[in-house]
């Protein structure tokens, strides 16, 4: 399996890496955010725009993405428009919704982007492109804050990502029973034993999915998320915490 570059950080060897979300309606509480985000023990930084109330706005945008890079300095930068249908604040048109990744993948100031795989094949495709010819990677995601979908399904959603040329795979599902994690670790260990060329990340939302969150190394996920400063999704752990118990089950594994 090939790694991925995000910035200085590499996917697809040692401990799973950590992302941490960057929250906030208004530029001030943004670059708050931010600053909790540069000194935390995270190893990305994930600028959640939907909340931003200027996201459609291209100077503001601009300016915010610039001065993010400023704050983050040499931590890896990834931007994340999550639309309504898969758990985002706001929605956008699936044209909108790619011009707005695309902007932000050629703006200079990001080193990867969260794209929704099922926004439409040819827009998908048309921005990946976009992102990797500004040398930005793509994080191809698939999202269900409704219930576990069954195994295959998981898989399918994971190779289309691939597929479609997504430097990462990415699925996060809510469990309503402890069984719906198991589907999910039993999906993450199949694509990555079967499918997968390039690192995945999998994970199973709220508490009752937390453990995915901790144990995905050990099932092939290669990057998890957590919470330095404010949840972007339910069952975010603490990363000091987190990084701790990933540490730990590495280094029994070895």
């Known amino acids: 399996m090939k ?13 799973p890496k950590i992302a941490a979300p960057i929250v906030g309606r208004t ?13 935390a023990p995270c190893d990305i930084a ?13 100077d503001a945008l601009s300016d915010t993405l610039a001065a993010l890079r400023d704050i983050l300095a040499h931590k890896p930068l ?3 428009f999550r639309t309504a249908k898969e758990g985002g604040a706001r929605d956008a048109s699936p ?17 990867a982007v969260d794209l929704e795989v099922y ?3 040819s827009l998908v495709r048309e921005c990946i492109d976009a992102a990797h010819r500004a040398g930005v990677a793509v994080i191809g995601s698939c999202h269900d804050f409704h219930g576990t979908p069954p195994k295959d399904t998981l898989i399918a959603w994971l190779r289309k990502a691939q597929d479609a040329g997504a430097d990462v795979a990415k699925i996060a599902v809510m469990p309503r029973s402890p069984a719906d994690v198991l589907t999910l670790l039993q999906a993450t260990e199949e694509m990555a034993r079967r499918y997968a060329d390039r690192p995945i990340a ?16 050990a099932f092939g996920s290669a990057l998890t998320f957590g919470a330095a400063d404010q949840c972007s999704a339910p069952g975010q752990l603490p990363v000091a915490e987190l990084r701790d118990v990933l540490t730990l089950l590495h280094n029994a594994a070895k």
Do not use: K, Q
């Open 3 to 15: 790694t991925v570059s995000i910035g200085s950080v590499t996917l697809g060897t040692g401990l």
């Open 27 to 39: 530029a001030e509480d943004i670059f708050r955010s931010a600053r909790v985000i540069a000194a």
């Open 46 to 58: 994930e600028w959640r725009a939907d909340d931003y109330d200027a996201v459609f706005e291209p």
């Open 78 to 80: 990834l931007f994340t």
């Open 95 to 111: 044209r909108n919704y790619a011009a707005l990744t695309a902007a932000a993948a050629e703006s200079g100031f990001v080193d």
């Open 119 to 121: 926004t439409g094949d």
């Open 202 to 217: 999998t994970m199973s939302m709220s508490a009752l999915g937390a453990v995915s969150r901790l144990c995905g190394e």
